[in-house]
């Protein structure tokens, strides 16, 4: 096995994550991947199981490439302000392959996503929100920081004392560069936002990057709507019914 973690009082918890993990019941994602919450030591935890890999990509993760519990961990010591506390993760071989992996994570008590004042016309304060979402993005953006599923429910925000706190999550692909202009506009692209909320977000960071207002509103609600017209275009050929 290979692990590494944040502090020495967690190794027996990533030795016996399996028996943590399958023992727990609360589950609150399984799809490709599982994620769940337990405790540890009085302390709730979010353990991400990822799905074991097929044997082409069980040699490709044992030999040629980091795997994505590996790639979680790494990328939330990079990354540490912007994301929920990371606190190991582990790999298990079977016949010298990578076979599970579990990436564990503090629990973040967020309220909500940034899906829910993108999809409901009445939340509160979206303004407010939205404008301090451009904030956030912008200081990922100036620590080189281009998050590669910035997407609706990987934006999780707590409200704090009038304030708001953000922290994304699925961080296993990312990339860390100097950004240009139209790097970090197309980086709202996945957001699936309705114009007139996209405009807000980036009448807002235009002024943070000191950029022209009209231009930047420009390409974001281009490189959006690309998106939206290529994942519908999916849906199309797939008989599934596209969204607005």
């Known amino acids: 096995m290979n692990f590494n973690y944040i502090d020495k009082e967690y190794i027996n918890l990533l030795k016996n994550i399996q028996n943590y993990f399958y023992a727990s019941q609360n589950s609150i994602h399984k799809a490709r991947n599982e994620i769940k919450i337990i405790d ?80 409901d016309y009445n939340f509160e304060n979206k303004k407010e929100i939205f404008e301090a979402f451009a904030q956030f993005t912008f200081e990922l953006h100036e620590n080189n920081i281009f998050h590669l599923d ?3 429910g990987n934006i999780l ?30 980086n709202f692209s996945k957001l699936w936002a309705k114009d007139a909320d996209l405009k807000v977000i980036i009448n807002e960071y235009a002024k943070l990057i000191k950029s022209d207002t ?31």
């Open 214 to 244: 009209d231009y930047c509103v420009k390409i974001a609600l281009k490189y959006s709507q690309a998106h939206k017209d290529r994942k519908n275009l999916k849906k199309r050929l797939r008989g599934q019914q596209v969204v607005d």
């Open 40 to 119: 540890f030591n009085g302390e709730s935890l979010v353990v991400k199981s990822f799905k074991t890999p097929n044997i082409i990509n069980k040699i490709i993760y044992t030999f040629f490439r980091d795997s994505k519990a590996k790639k979680s961990y790494e990328n939330s010591m990079k990354i540490f302000d912007f994301v929920p506390k990371p606190i190991g993760y582990i790999e298990f071989h079977k016949f010298g392959l990578i076979d599970d992996s579990y990436f564990v994570s503090e629990k973040f008590d967020y309220d909500f996503t940034i899906r829910e004042p993108l999809r």
């Open 150 to 152: 910035y997407s609706l």
């Open 157 to 186: 925000i707590k409200k704090d004392d009038g304030s708001y706190i953000f922290k994304v999550v699925d961080i296993n692909r990312m990339e860390f560069k100097k950004l240009s202009v139209d790097e970090r506009l197309k």
